[in-house]
């Protein structure tokens, strides 16, 4: 048994509590005891607000490569995407496995304790699979166990290079030809993400209406169904997107995908950033997970998707990095408010525990980890401290240190991070891997 002591504690309610003892064993939280005014006889004391651990819902850790890379000149995210393809195509297992580590690490460090990859480059180039199809999948799951973080691999189907276009340069290390071969090769990860508690899931992803055919599409959805597995897919993230669907299968992306029987409490919707208002009438009523990457969003000029509505219809919120352009939940947590505030001239759309809940337990609900998100009794041990004593946070109030966390905290001013139980973050550091070095060297190795 440990025993932690928090000055301040969140335990999903609209402020912070004074004084929270929290006893973890076998990397649970076995008691929470408010109103302990000192730190009992050998208690760790956390100074600070300490949160539950935070979900990065969205990620493609290779793109983290291109932070800084893509910010000349003009363009739009089809351009950008070029971009992307050409560090697709520079990854092989060694290099992969090293920049996912240390993006996997830089995350840790702003308090992710769970990360849900999206992942879609399977195979070598040209298309080739490795002597293991699931290599690179495998090397994701290696990297996020020695960053210490939990990780849901959600592997993408890919098939098309857009709706009626063939395969063209990196997108052949995306495919598996059809989708009785993703899931055949799929299968072949074994058990993991069933129910075993090794810190790993399997998921699925459609990449998109854009890359998946809808009868395809059913064949994934129905895998992911029958296996009680997560689903992501990115949707109308682009109007060109929408108008794309439209044109070809006469439906939107998202009514395509509720046609494919996707739609369900256990599919994501990521970006869900140009939805009418029947594709947002179907998402709530399947009380779907709309995941947003506000950071993302605006670096690729997608849009202010509007959250708000989707939550008023029935839907849940999580949050993701995605590309990486930063990594930092806060950010992303209140961007969702503030590009919401641009877009309609209107202030507190969103309250900041609504938001640290969609960065906590809404993004580890819809990666496939129930139990996790919460400071609670019988809940994973994932506790992340942030200290009030920087610039950023110094004067905060107790009663407000919710709205101060969210609305101002920034990766820098988290100074320990629990996942289940243990110690991945101590003082602001990683307990094991140099992350400024790291990332240098890993971005260096795939990009020079």
Do not use: K
């Not at 100074?47 to 651990?53: L, Q, R, S, Y």
């Not at 932070?67 to 950008?80: V, Y």
């Not at 009030?388 to 101002?408: C, H, N, Q």
């Amino acid at each position: 048994m440990t025993t932690y002591w928090c000055e301040l504690a969140w335990l999903g309610g609209r402020r912070a509590e004074t004084g929270v003892m929290i006893e973890v064993e076998d990397g649970l939280i076995a008691a929470v005891t408010e109103g302990v005014s000192a730190p009992p006889a050998g208690a760790a004391r956390l100074d600070g607000v300490t949160i539950p651990g935070l979900a990065n819902a969205h990620s493609h850790a290779f793109q983290r490569a291109l932070r800084g890379r893509t910010q000349q000149g003009s363009g739009s995210f089809w351009t950008w995407r070029e971009q992307m393809y050409s560090a697709a195509e520079r990854l092989d297992p060694d290099s992969y496995l090293a920049l996912a580590r240390a993006t996997y690490a830089e995350m840790a460090l702003v308090g992710v304790t769970c990360v849900g990859e999206f992942h879609y480059v399977h195979h070598g180039p040209g298309g080739t699979p490795y002597d293991d199809p699931n290599e690179l999948g495998r090397v994701l799951i290696a990297a996020a166990g020695e960053a210490g973080l939990r990780i849901t691999l959600l592997d993408a189907c890919y098939l098309h290079g857009g709706i009626g276009e063939p395969l063209a340069g990196a997108q052949e290390r995306f495919s598996d030809g059809s989708a009785d071969t993703w899931a055949e090769r799929v299968d072949q990860l074994g058990g993991a993400g069933s129910g075993s508690d090794d810190g790993v899931r399997i998921g699925a992803a459609i990449h998109s209406m854009r890359a998946v055919d809808p009868e395809s599409a059913a064949v994934v959805a129905r895998w992911a169904r029958e296996g009680g597995r997560p689903l992501h897919a990115h949707v109308s993230e682009q109007p060109a997107e929408n108008q794309a669907c439209l044109d070809a299968y006469g439906g939107t992306p998202t009514a395509l995908l509720d046609d494919a029987g996707a739609l369900a409490a256990a599919f994501s919707a990521v970006h869900a950033t140009h939805l009418d208002d029947a594709d947002v009438r179907l998402l709530g009523e399947a009380a779907a997970c709309c995941c947003v990457c506000p950071t993302t969003e605006r670096d690729l000029a997608d849009g202010i998707g509007g959250m708000r509505r989707l939550v008023d219809a029935g839907a849940s919120l999580s949050l993701g990095s995605d590309s990486h352009a930063v990594i930092d939940l806060f950010e992303e947590a209140r961007a969702v408010e503030l590009d919401e505030r641009l877009a309609t001239g209107e202030r507190g759309r969103h309250s900041a525990a609504e938001l640290l809940r969609a960065a906590a337990e809404g993004g580890h609900a819809c990666l496939g980890w129930p139990d996790a998100g919460r400071i609670e009794a019988g809940a994973r041990a994932d506790l992340v401290t942030v200290s009030l004593d920087s610039v950023r946070l110094a004067g905060t109030d107790p009663e407000t240190a919710v709205e101060s966390v969210v609305f101002a905290a920034a990766a820098p001013d988290v100074r320990s991070v629990i996942v289940d139980g243990r110690e991945v973050v101590s003082g602001g550091r990683h307990v094991s891997i140099d992350v400024p070095r790291e990332l240098d060297q890993a971005v260096r190795q795939v990009m020079l």
